[in-house]
């Protein structure tokens, strides 16, 4: 499974961006998927998880309300939508596909990883 993210950019705060991950190879429909982001001189943390259905979402506190994970099987893709965006939300983002089918966060399978879209919110 090959995974590749796109969307990233530079916004000022307030703003909003989508990302975009396109999956090919494998079967989409039976992973969950995840967005994961990793800001300078931090740990890589969780931030929106989706089911395989699409069903159930998972979101870190730190994004609750502001971010909105969705995704179309059809075309084989996860998004976020990233809106009201803070300068702390400035990192290199990465989806993953999750094994497990949930989606739940920091709970997962995570066998396949894009290559990262780098998002930078300027204040």
């Known amino acids: 499974v090959q995974l590749q993210a796109s969307g990233g950019g530079l916004v000022q705060a307030g703003g909003s961006l989508r990302l975009s991950c396109a999956a090919s190879?494998?079967?989409?429909?039976?992973?969950?998927m995840s967005w994961f982001r990793q800001a300078p001189g931090k740990e890589r943390e969780s931030v929106a998880g989706i089911s395989w259905s699409g069903g159930r979402t998972y979101y870190a506190d730190s994004v609750k309300g502001r971010f909105t994970i969705s995704r179309d099987n059809a075309k084989n893709t996860v998004y976020l939508q990233m809106n009201s965006l803070k300068p702390e939300d400035t990192a290199v983002y990465y989806c993953?596909?999750?094994?497990?089918?949930?989606?739940?966060?920091?709970?997962?399978?995570?066998?396949?990883w894009g290559q990262g879209t780098q998002v930078t919110v300027s204040s």
């Open positions: 190879g494998g079967t989409f429909s039976s992973y969950a």
């Open positions: 993953a596909a999750d094994l497990t089918g949930w989606g739940a966060l920091g709970r997962g399978d995570y066998a396949y």
